[in-house]
């Protein structure tokens, strides 16, 4: 060796076959990280000199572990002195069987001659949890609790459900518990007596008695002190979610406002990957924050992330989660409405689009950017873009002054079919309120546009209003392929056409730049038209959203808000899910959508809920291969105070029939998500959000502009609710975060 020194590099094997005593060896899954070298066993020839073969476990060329032989005689034996190895299978070499025993955690493997003794001096751990750790659960569901290997009762201790907010605990004593708590294998079922309360608060606890693996080993427990390891909450009657509980931690996040009368969450939107990690992110406005002068306005991007901490806008000012963007000038009120745009640039992250409706300093031109995805921090200055840095986005200035371009903007898809993502802006107050929607094609390197060019460009096309005071454009949004002609359509909502009855018109998709006037879509070219149910019938319009596929039809469908509509009760406000079709562009009539025709209505729960103020699709929510809705109601009252706001995911659905949210928010067809306090205006804006926390399940965003936090009013809050099991309807397999197999059989 040089310099006269050698070391040891690696241990292969250790044999305790070295005489003729009974050895025990112990290990740890450090001791072989610490002696054991990379890759040395393998598939065929390997390192050790051995050509090895695939038994119940499947080896590979590489193996990227670090791994050791143990060989040994009768009576010899092996102690994994910790929890992280589990039994993989067997293996051969040289006519001898090993059985395999990995740690994944720490990338190990130990080989294990076949008739050496195992020992096990280690209790059980626990892995998972249904529910985890701060989600919530049905207050009739029961506790399923999984460890890494298989367990048995003990002879004494209990399992407690510790109330955390004025609940009863629940005591279960394991030597005689009824029939409350049941194994199979390594999972135990916790089935108390009665229902647990609803809306509560508990913290699992588990005495250090009450369980141990099939060698007495015992699982250390969680005290009785401990009120942090695992909690939940349950949720309220008809599964509802209690937006106090997510407030605290459980079932999602808060995205807290900066400071009183910012207003945050008056506009929420999922935006997708901005940031490329992995995570959907999503954005949230406060168009009254002061950050540039009085009600300049700002717009916080929020990057996904998988724990329940509150996020403070002031963090993400700072750089910390996410990134702010500040509107311009004094009035400008950045961030009335905020959506996702796609990937604009073909940079591979996902841009978005936020409208500052009073631009130029009350002016109200209008104006709307678009800001690039990016990884950093750093919050966007406006002005630079403003100003013709289109490093970062782009701006989008309104043609006059009062048109208010921006008061609603989104996503368009991709509607002229070139692979880049469009956008979509509404100017209700264009042309004496008849009003103007502005579709934008993406572009590659663009730089900032003036909607007075857009007529004679091809950066896009302009859609005008049939009539003064229609007010098309009060709502926009993409409306996916409602008549399958694989172009992403757009539906444009004029909430006060018809003396306050409302229309809302599907724009097809199509690849030219000549002006579409909504008279001619509604006479069936280039779409079709759909109109409101009676002039008492809201402003249907006033929000209009792509719903998904709701039917299940292969056709994209639409949801309406009428957020006014007296039918039914005074102002409680109605919905309609219109049903895309492509066979025709006849007009739609939301009476007929009412009666079950094309689609169906959604009647609001009580007077002056204004449900459907907001609308939004929803994702699959439950898991049944349909698109789910989300309606918004921000004025609903609870018992004992008013305008704390409700929202209601309604399930998505074949069948045609009135859908009155009552019934929603008592568990049939979906649920409601109930606000906090009084005044907090819950639901005024909602939005789909992806997969927040990177579980494969959808989240949804509520926006509640009106909550009060601490002594000042109307911050402004938004909430994050993440999908789960605890939604889902029953199904046969339902996947876990590892890879699974699902074997069919043939059709009968």
């Known amino acids: 060796a040089p310099g006269g020194f050698s070391r040891i590099s690696s241990i292969e094997a250790i044999d305790l076959a070295s005489d003729s005593a009974s050895n025990t060896l112990t290990l740890s899954a450090r001791d072989v990280q610490d002696m054991a070298g990379m890759n040395l066993i393998r598939l065929g020839a390997s390192a050790d000199g051995q050509n090895w073969a695939s038994g119940t476990y499947t080896l590979a060329a590489a193996m990227a572990y670090r791994q050791l032989v143990v060989t040994g005689d009768a009576g010899d034996a092996v102690d994994l002195h910790d929890n992280s190895y589990a039994s993989s299978g067997t293996v051969t070499a040289g006519g001898t069987t090993y059985n395999v025993y990995t740690s994944e955690s720490t990338r190990t493997q130990v080989f294990v001659q076949n008739g050496l003794t195992m020992i096990d001096s280690v209790g059980p751990t626990l892995l998972s949890s249904t529910p985890g750790d701060q989600e919530f ?63 509560k608060q508990y913290a699992v606890q588990i005495s250090s008695t009450a369980i141990r693996d099939t060698t007495d080993n015992a699982f250390a427990g969680i005290a009785s002190t401990d009120t942090s390891t695992l909690n939940f909450a349950t949720l309220l009657s008809g599964n509802g979610i209690a937006t106090d509980q997510v407030a605290n931690g459980y079932g999602g996040f808060v995205v807290n406002g900066a400071a009183a009368d910012d207003q945050s969450g008056f506009s929420v939107s999922g935006v997708g990957d901005v940031n490329g990690d992995g995570y959907a992110d999503f954005v949230i406005s406060a168009p009254y924050a002061d950050a540039f002068g009085n009600n300049s306005g700002s717009a916080y991007v929020v990057f996904g992330k998988a724990n329940t901490t509150a996020v403070e806008a002031t963090d993400l000012a700072a750089g910390s989660g996410g990134f702010a963007i ?109 009003g103007n929607t502005y579709v934008v094609y993406g572009q590659l390197g663009r730089s900032n546009l003036d909607l007075t060019n857009l007529s004679v460009s091809t950066d896009g096309f302009v859609i005008q209003g049939e009539n003064a005071v229609d007010a098309s454009g009060l709502s926009v949004s993409a409306a996916g392929d409602v008549n399958g002609d694989g172009l992403t359509d757009l539906v444009v909502g004029a909430p006060w056409a018809n003396n306050g009855e409302g229309l809302s ?86 009476s007929d959508i009412a009666d079950g025709t094309g689609g169906f209505a959604i009647q609001g729960e009580a007077n002056g809920d204004n449900a459907g103020y907001s609308v939004s699709s929803a994702g699959d929510i439950n898991g049944d291969g349909l698109a789910d809705v989300l309606i918004g109601a921000f004025l609903a009252d609870s018992s004992s105070q008013s305008n704390i706001g409700t929202s209601y995911v309604v399930y998505g659905r074949a069948n045609d029939t009135l859908v009155q949210l009552s019934a929603v928010a008592a568990g049939t067809g979906g649920f409601a998500i109930l606000g906090e306090s009084g005044g907090g205006q819950s639901g005024h804006s909602v939005s789909a959000a992806g997969d927040i926390n990177g579980d494969g399940f959808a989240d949804l965003l509520v926006g509640a502009p009106g909550v009060d936090i601490g002594s000042n009013a109307d911050v402004g809050r938004a909430y994050v609710i993440f999908g789960g099991q605890q939604d889902r309807s029953v199904v046969d397999f339902l996947g876990t975060a590892s890879a699974n197999s699902l074997t069919g059989t043939s059709a009968a």
């Open 326 to 434: 500040h509107g311009e000038n004094t009035d400008d009120n950045l961030g009335y409405s905020v959506s996702a745009a796609g990937d604009v640039n073909g940079d591979g992250k996902a841009d978005l689009l936020v409208g500052a409706v009073g631009y130029a300093g009350g002016v109200a031109n209008g104006r709307s950017y678009v800001v690039y995805g990016k990884d950093g921090t750093t919050a966007v200055d406006l002005d630079d873009i403003g100003n013709g840095n289109n490093s970062l986005g782009f701006a989008i200035t309104g043609e006059n002054a009062g048109d208010e371009s921006a008061n609603s903007v989104g996503s368009a898809g991709d509607i002229n079919g070139d692979g880049l993502a469009d956008l979509v802006i509404g100017a209700y107050r264009a042309n004496n309120m008849a």
């Open 137 to 199: 659960l049905r207050a009739d569901a029961n506790i399923t609790l999984t460890f890494n290997e298989a367990i048995a009762l003990g002879s004494s201790g209990t399992i407690t459900l510790k109330a955390l907010d004025g609940a009863s605990d629940v005591v279960i004593n394991v030597a005689s518990h009824g029939g409350q708590l049941s194994i199979s294998d390594s999972t135990l079922t916790i089935n108390p007596t009665a229902a647990l309360e609803a809306g």
């Open 505 to 590: 018109y599907v724009v097809f998709g199509r690849t030219g730049n000549t002006a579409i006037d909504l008279t001619d879509v509604a006479s069936g070219l280039g779409g079709f038209v759909i109109t409101g149910e009676a002039v008492d019938a809201g402003e249907s319009g006033y929000n209009v959203a792509a719903a998904g596929d709701v039917n299940g039809d292969g056709l994209a469908d639409v949801v309406i808000g009428a957020y006014s509509s007296s039918l039914g009760l005074p102002n409680a406000g109605r919905s309609y899910v219109v049903f895309g079709k492509s066979n025709n562009t006849s007009a739609v009539s939301l």
